[in-house]
């Protein structure tokens, strides 16, 4: 039983430039969520889809958008990339109702982006 | 507006010895407190999972506490082993949003 993957595994980018991560959910699981976790830092959330949809998002500006497939499987976009959004790109896997209270996330490796 | 703080921030310790992480929380009302593992260069792989109607979770040689009243959770190792050293993260849950701490990044020597 296949667990949360990523792709690509490492990334870099130059400044100004727009990216494209993915994100492929455990086997039975519908929600998505990602998180941004910089170096030495934990990581913090960007936001949650399920049903195809933006449940839930946080401090993040209008840059960082996403989508979610019929497969629940999810894609992170990155537009016009800053320095500063070089950092460990985490997707984490839950199932519905219960994603936050009861049952723990499963996390894929993530994506390192790094930003030149 | 949760924040989340882990002590210390690294830790060494020689093999078999017994070690306490901590975690602090500044609001209470939370739903859960998950603890992680993370090896460099690699995802989180959860731990313990404490329910905000739970004290504690144990898993082998780990336990995990909770005391939400005071906003406070530890994580217990007993008898170290080289193959624990990673960085120990704590996470609290409310209304669909994880905040994480920094992490603990724990070396256990041979």
């Known amino acids: 039983d296949a667990g949360v993957t990523q792709s690509p595994t490492h990334l870099i980018k130059t400044r100004g430039q727009q990216v494209t991560l993915r994100c492929s959910p455990k086997?039975?699981?519908?929600?998505v969520s990602w998180y941004q976790q910089a170096l030495g830092q934990g990581p913090q959330f960007i936001f949650q889809?399920?049903?195809?949809?933006?449940?839930q998002r946080g401090n993040f500006p209008d840059r960082f958008s996403g989508h979610q497939f019929p497969n629940y499987s999810s894609e992170l976009n990155v537009n016009a990339l800053l320095l500063g959004d070089s950092a460990l790109y985490l997707c984490?896997?839950?199932?519905?109702?219960?994603?936050?209270?009861?049952?723990?996330?499963?996390f894929g490796d993530g994506t390192r982006l790094s930003i030149l | 507006k949760q924040e989340v703080t882990q002590i210390p921030a690294a830790l060494s310790v020689p093999e078999g010895e017994n070690l306490v992480l901590n975690c602090s929380f500044t609001?209470?009302?939370?739903?859960?407190l998950q603890w992680f593992r993370q090896d460099p260069g690699k995802g989180l792989t959860s731990l313990l999972l404490?329910?905000?109607?739970?004290r504690e979770q144990t898993s082998g040689r780990l336990n995990a506490s909770l005391d939400k009243s005071s906003g406070r959770s530890t994580l217990y190792i007993a008898a170290s082993q080289p193959g624990d050293s990673a960085t120990y993260l704590c996470?609290?849950?409310?209304?669909?949003?994880?905040?994480f701490g920094a992490g603990t990044r724990l070396t256990v020597k041979p």
């Open positions: 889809y399920y049903e195809e949809e933006e449940r």
């Open positions: 404490i329910q905000s109607s739970q």
């Open positions: 984490a896997s839950s199932s519905t109702g219960t994603a936050w209270s009861n049952q723990p996330q499963h």
């Open positions: 609001d209470s009302a939370i739903y859960n």
């Open positions: 086997s039975g699981h519908d929600t």
């Open positions: 996470a609290v849950t409310r209304n669909n949003d994880m905040r």
